[in-house]
C-alpha cells in the first residue's frame, strides 16, 4: 500500500506572495493532520481535517487554511508568506478520526520564503 | 496543556549496543498514547513504537522496546544491538486519549540526535 505523499516536495516563494500543499493520505484513510517544522519551534500542529471538515485547528494565524476534499486529499493554503513560514510542511493520514489510531508521516514539503 | 520534554539533544552509540533515549511528559489526563517517531535525514517520520496509557505492559517492537513509567510521567525508548541505519533524530509525541477539541493532535518533544558509530 502507498504511504501518505506530498507534493511539491520542495517550494521556493518571495514574501507576500501565496502557496498551496497537497497531501494524498494513505488509501482508505478519511483523516488529515498538517505540522510545521522549524528549528526554533519544533513541531506544531497546523489542523485536521476528516470528512471534509475541519475538526481541530492549532494555534496559527488565519494565514493557514486548509481544506479535504472528498477522496481524503488535503491542501494547505499560506496566504502572504513571510519569512518565517519558512519550514517543513508535514502531513499526516489516519484510517478514521479515533484517538486510539496511529498518524502516518509523509515526505514533508519543504517551503523556503526569501 | 500538555507538554513534552527530551533532555538528551544529541546521544551516540556504537554499532551493536544498546542505547537509552529520555522523555518525560506533563500531563493531567489519566487516558493518553505515546509514541516514539524517528526522522532520518529524508526528513520522513516513521513510526518506531506506540504505548497506551491504560497498558501497565511495556511495548516492544523488535529491537525497540520502551520503559513507561505512568507514575512519573516517563517514557524512555531503548535500542538493543544498535544499527547504523538507526541515526536519525527521535521524537517523543503524546497525544491524548479524549476525543474532544484538539485531543487528535499529537504534541511533540524537541527531539533527541541519536548518531551511530562503527
Known amino acids: 500500500k502507498a504511504g501518505v505523499t506530498q507534493t511539491p516536495r520542495y517550494l521556493i516563494k518571495t514574501r507576500g506572495q501565496q502557496v498551496t500543499l497537497s497531501c494524498s493520505p494513505i488509501s482508505g484513510h478519511r483523516s488529515v493532520s498538517w505540522y510545521q517544522q522549524t528549528p526554533g519551534q519544533g513541531l506544531q500542529f497546523l489542523f485536521e481535517?476528516?470528512?471534509?471538515?475541519?475538526?481541530n485547528k492549532g494555534n496559527f494565524p488565519g494565514r493557514f487554511s486548509g481544506r479535504q476534499f472528498s477522496n481524503s486529499r488535503s491542501e494547505m493554503n499560506v496566504s502572504t508568506l513571510e519569512l518565517g513560514d519558512s519550514a517543513l510542511y508535514l502531513c499526516a493520514s489516519s484510517v478514521q478520526d479515533r484517538v486510539s489510531d496511529t498518524q502516518y508521516f509523509g515526505p514533508g514539503t519543504r517551503l523556503t520564503v526569501l | 496543556a500538555q507538554t513534552v520534554t527530551q533532555s538528551q539533544p544529541e546521544m551516540s552509540v556504537q554499532e551493536a549496543e544498546t542505547v537509552t533515549l529520555s522523555c518525560t511528559y506533563d500531563?493531567?489526563?489519566?487516558?493518553?498514547?505515546l509514541f516514539w517517531y524517528k526522522q532520518p535525514p529524508s526528513r520522513q517520520m516513521i513510526l518506531v513504537i506506540r504505548?497506551?496509557?491504560?497498558?501497565?505492559q511495556n511495548a516492544t517492537e523488535n529491537r525497540f522496546s520502551v520503559n513507561f513509567q505512568k507514575a512519573a510521567k516517563s517514557f524512555s525508548l531503548k535500542i538493543s544491538d544498535s544499527q547504523l541505519g538507526d541515526a536519525a533524530m527521535y521524537f517523543c509525541?503524546?497525544?491524548?486519549?479524549?476525543?474532544?477539541?484538539?485531543?487528535?493532535?499529537?504534541?511533540f518533544g524537541t527531539g533527541t540526535r541519536l548518531q551511530v558509530t562503527l
Open positions: 504505548q497506551e496509557a491504560y497498558k501497565q
Open positions: 500531563t493531567s489526563e489519566s487516558d493518553y498514547y
Open positions: 481535517y476528516f470528512s471534509e471538515t475541519q475538526r
Open positions: 509525541a503524546y497525544r491524548s486519549a479524549f476525543n474532544t477539541g484538539t485531543a487528535s493532535k499529537l504534541t
